[in-house]
């Protein structure tokens, strides 16, 4: 079985080659594709045997389905790999030894991801496992077109799980966490809003036959539940679940900062942007000069449906439903 991965790179020299390097025993083809990096990212993985292409970056789903629809991609699976992300030495065997086996019914393989954080293991605080679709076969996987918490789906079969050691382990200090996170806050709360005023097409393709069951129950958990809360008291709440209900306390010191900074300031900050924007938009009521004015406080271009419908060129550069 090929396999050809596909890695989105901007200013990663510190992880790209930890990357490439966990895959290259069973991946053929790997392809990284840059949104103008400014470090030697994309020479560290040209000297790994890598393919560079460059496309201008607008969000994480749209800059995957753009190496979708366009690379010339060889394999007869797809793997999706975040730069900071490591494929263990225990799954890259289970990957070359049990894809060939799988039936042809079989669409997609989650995997289950772990968090390191300050250099250790987020074991609690149902953090661990992350099940998440990352490799697909070749024409029966895309990308949910969405700002944030965007996700693989599969068509046409069913997917299964692999348990071998996946990990997110970025490197870099907490203020890029934060500067980050602050970035997908804007993003998130982009999706919160057109969920209340319906701006624009929303992309609803998770399942747990598209992708995982656990995926798909946190999506609606959030968008039924948390999301109909005051976030002055749904960020405090998810907290406490986190840190106490689902023992987060156990990672110690460090987890603490981890389940602080991600499960109760992170949600907090949404909630916040959230807020922020429905004030700002609140006098208007043509979802047109409501879209122009959030493109304008949050810098991304957001296109209500009639225009993106109306205007094929927007989905290469805008946030228009694909359809």
């Known amino acids: ?25 069973f991946a053929d083809q790997i392809c990284v594709v840059d949104s103008g990096s400014s470090d030697d990212t994309t020479d560290i993985a040209r000297d790994l045997g890598a393919e560079i292409h460059t496309h201008a970056f607008i969000n994480q789903a749209r800059q995957l389905q753009w190496a979708l629809d366009h690379l010339d991609i060889r394999g007869e699976w797809v793997l999706r790999l975040d730069a900071d992300e490591i494929i263990e030495p225990d799954l890259a065997r289970e990957i070359a030894e049990e894809l060939p086996r799988l039936p042809r019914d079989v669409a997609g393989v989650n995997l289950q991801r772990k968090h390191i954080f300050m250099d250790r293991w987020v074991r609690h605080g149902g953090r661990f496992p992350l099940v998440m679709l990352r490799l697909w076969r070749r024409g029966q996987g895309r990308v949910e077109d969405r700002w944030m918490d965007e996700h693989m789906v599969v068509s046409g079969g069913r997917t299964v799980t692999f348990n071998g050691g996946f990990a997110d382990h970025n490197l870099n200090d907490l203020s890029y966490f934060t500067s980050k996170h602050n970035q997908y806050a804007t993003r998130e709360a982009i999706e919160v809003l057109n969920q209340r005023l319906g701006l624009f097409a929303r992309d609803d393709a998770l399942n747990a036959r598209s992708a ?16 109909r809360l005051p976030f002055t008291l749904s960020a405090l709440l998810y907290f406490l679940w986190r840190y106490f209900f689902q023992l987060g306390f156990l990672d110690g010191r460090s987890g603490l900062v981890y389940h602080f900074l991600q499960g ?6 949404v909630g916040a942007k959230v807020m922020e924007l429905e004030r700002a938009v609140a006098p208007l009521r043509d979802k047109a000069a409501i879209c122009a004015e959030l493109s304008r406080l949050t810098g991304h271009k957001l296109v209500p ?7 094929p060129a927007v989905r290469d550069n805008q946030l228009a439903p694909r359809l």
Do not use: D, G, P
Request: charge should be positive; charged fraction near 20%.
């Open 264 to 269: 109760y300031w992170y949600r907090f900050l």
């Open 212 to 227: 995982s069951f656990q995926a798909s129950f946190k999506r609606w958990v959030k968008e039924r539940l948390y999301n």
């Open 305 to 311: 449906l009639s225009e993106a419908v109306a205007t």
């Open 1 to 25: 079985m090929s396999i050809t991965a596909i890695i989105l790179t901007y200013n990663e020299s510190r992880h790209i080659a930890r990357a490439i390097l966990s895959i290259k025993a």
